[in-house]
């Protein structure tokens, strides 16, 4: 399975032809894909501040005393 973070060079790249550096690198991220499918994407900058945005008011969740008044 190729990974998103992974350049072309290393994709053609066989096993056999590889740096130990290369490798483990290929392995690190192959984990890392399989368990956060998003892992190597960036959020584009202005999206990155449209969610900065909308967080500004927000509360921070339920204070104990709510919950336990509830």
Excluded at 35 to 52: A, F, H, M, T
Aim: charged share 45%; no cysteine; aromatic share 2%.
């Amino acid at each position: 399975m190729a990974t998103k973070a992974l350049n072309k060079k290393t994709i053609d790249k066989k096993v056999s032809d590889m740096t130990v550096r290369e490798l483990k690198k290929l392995i690190k991220d192959t984990v890392l894909e399989v368990i956060d499918p998003d892992y190597g994407l960036e959020l584009r900058p202005e999206v990155e501040e449209e969610l900065r945005e909308s967080m500004k008011g927000k509360e921070k969740g339920i204070s104990l005393e709510t919950v336990i008044k509830e």
